[in-house]
């Protein structure tokens, strides 16, 4: 899974979707109830999250923002999410992040 952040109505959101999925702005705006959604910018992303892009992780974020995960996780019994630096991954029960992370699986990907 790769970790993403957007703005959803000018709103900071985290998602994760499968590494080699693009994410759908329609699709994203919708699963948050939002009329638009766009990706932030890597500057705002590193500047809310604590991390570097490349490595952020939904985990320990500087500042909480709602999450979702790409339904099709949840199909998986265990999932690779980064876990705050390039190249550092943990595996999990997707349904188990969600739980600890207070999120919600929507259909995210184009």
Do not use: W
Not at 21 to 41: D, I, N, R, T
Not at 58 to 82: D, S
Request: include cysteine.
């Amino acid at each position: 899974m790769k970790t993403l952040m957007a703005l959803v109505d000018g709103k900071p959101v985290c998602i994760m979707i499968p590494s080699d999925c693009e994410a759908s702005m329609k699709k994203l705006a919708s699963a948050f109830g939002c009329k638009s959604a766009q990706m932030m910018k890597p500057s705002d992303a590193e500047r809310i999250t604590g991390y570097k892009v490349g490595g952020i992780s939904p985990f320990g974020q500087k500042r909480r923002t709602p999450v979702a995960m790409e339904e099709r996780a949840l199909l998986h019994e265990y999932v690779f999410i980064n876990a705050g630096q390039r190249g550092l991954q943990v595996r999990l029960d997707p349904k188990e992040a969600l739980k600890v992370l207070d999120g919600g699986a929507a259909d995210l990907t184009a």
